[in-house]
């Protein structure tokens, strides 16, 4: 019999090795299934594992922290539990379960099942195979509904007819697998895909649930040729009817973001929130708020937004000629990383790239060598005076006006002779 764990990286068999050991121990059944058996076949480096075991999985989830330092949470309404380990891996454990739809679109029910059960509920062939980690069956594949074949043939499908009703979600999946993996939707799926989404399947599941997938799609590496496939099977339709999207437009920004994802200023960027803003920005006021109030959008996303709707006035400002650094510090200070981001894939001058790129390397991090404590000394009172003058030699250093530590208490005595008060310079 086949092993099919005989190729992956000794990291990853090594922690799996240690979880089948451990459910040995246990006398559990244990098996990596679902997205990290087809990443472990086609050899994608994939930090989520999700185990299917037979018995209890508290106990087997607090054995492998304790072994492998660590961090167990133990979801008992869900009887599931999870392992963070210090080396990035998550690890979720299940009990096998059978699912079922009571209607379309709903949350399944949910009961114990065995293990071809479990791999019964999932959305595609590809996705629906588990591996046995533990030693005496260690390596072997159970596969029984065709994956291993649809994943060489690079198809996506799926399990049964009404797959995509019961979950509508899956048609968003099917897109980001396809488009991902590089692999075609079959053709009866596909069919039976477009009819789920001629008959409005993707409005019978609650709004937070198909805006959670897109932006799964929004956060892959290069989800910008997703957009075209979204938008031409009619799947961006619950976003906002009427949102329309200017293909040449997308493009253009997309290859602006894909350059700029490459430099290391951007790298901790969310830029699954810049596509989206990429996507909307540009749209009706009424459409753009649609979308801001028919999802859920954390403080930061609203924020990010909002602020770059003025992108047309905001890059008008940042192209003046003169501008000195420590003006285009006052325009992009305010503003979010992901703002910033979004304007420097809009810029088209070189001139406010660079003004911008030099905000982000340099300016955006100068800090005074004074604090509140010398302006005390030099008979500055604490308060919004003493912050405006802090600022105000901010942006004297900024401009590289001041540079040591003396050059700022002269130029703050030098501000306080200018307005005429002992008390503070302003
Ligand atoms: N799954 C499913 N239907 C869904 C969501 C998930 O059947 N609507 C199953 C699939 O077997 C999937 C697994 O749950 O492989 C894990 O889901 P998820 O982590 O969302 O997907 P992955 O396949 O692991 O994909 P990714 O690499 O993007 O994490």
Not at 184 to 207: C, D, W
Not at 380 to 399: F, T
């Amino acid at each position: 019999m086949r092993n099919y764990l005989s190729k992956i990286d000794k990291k990853t068999s090594d922690l799996i090795r240690m979880i089948g050991q451990e459910a040995d121990r246990k006398g559990i059944s244990a098996y990596v299934v679902g997205g990290i058996v087809r990443d472990i076949l086609i050899k994608e480096k994939n930090f989520d594992l999700d185990i299917v075991v037979d018995g209890d999985t508290a106990l087997l989830a607090e054995a492998l922290a304790k072994q492998g330092k660590g961090r167990v949470t133990l979801h008992k309404s869900f009887g599931t539990a999870s392992v963070k380990m210090p080396e990035g891996w998550h690890i979720d454990f299940a009990a096998a379960r059978k699912e079922q739809y009571v209607r379309p679109g709903a949350l399944p029910t949910v009961q114990a099942g065995s293990l071809e059960d479990d791999l019964f509920r999932r959305d595609f062939t590809i996705n629906a195979m588990a591996i046995a980690i533990n030693p005496r069956l260690w390596g072997q594949l159970i596969d029984r509904f065709g994956g291993l074949k649809d994943l060489w043939a690079k198809k996506i499908r799926i399990l049964h007819d009404q797959s995509f009703i019961d979950d509508p979600t899956r048609i968003l999946r099917a897109v980001r697998f396809e488009q991902r993996l590089g692999f075609s939707i079959e053709r009866k799926t596909l069919v039976l895909m477009k009819a789920a989404i001629g008959q409005e399947a993707l409005r019978t599941i609650n709004p937070s649930r198909y805006f959670s997938e897109l932006k799964k799609i929004f956060s892959e590496a290069d989800p910008g040729r997703y957009l075209k496939r979204l938008s031409d099977l009619g799947i961006l339709k619950p976003l906002h009817s009427q949102l329309s999207i200017d293909l040449n437009d997308w493009n253009r920004f997309c290859r602006n973001i894909r350059a700029l994802r490459c430099q290391a200023l951007y790298r901790n960027m969310d830029f699954g929130l810049v596509y989206f803003i990429g996507l909307i920005a540009k749209s009706p006021m009424a459409v753009r708020e649609g979308i801001l109030e028919r999802f859920h959008w954390t403080k930061t996303e609203r924020e990010s937004i909002r602020q770059s709707l003025g992108v047309r006035d905001i890059l008008g400002q940042l192209s003046a000629r003169g501008l000195t650094p420590s003006q285009v510090y006052k325009i992009l200070r305010p503003m979010t990383g992901e703002t910033v981001l979004y304007l420097r894939a809009r810029a088209l001058r070189p001139e406010i790239c660079r003004r911008i790129d030099r905000f982000l390397v340099k300016d955006k991090g100068v800090k005074l060598y004074i604090t509140g404590e010398d302006l005390k000394r030099v008979g500055i009172v604490a308060g919004i005076n003493m912050g405006k003058a802090l600022q105000e030699i901010l942006y004297l250093k900024i401009d590289q006006r001041v540079c040591t530590k003396k050059d700022e208490l002269n130029a703050v005595l030098s501000l306080q002779k200018q307005t005429g008060d002992r008390k503070a310079p302003y």
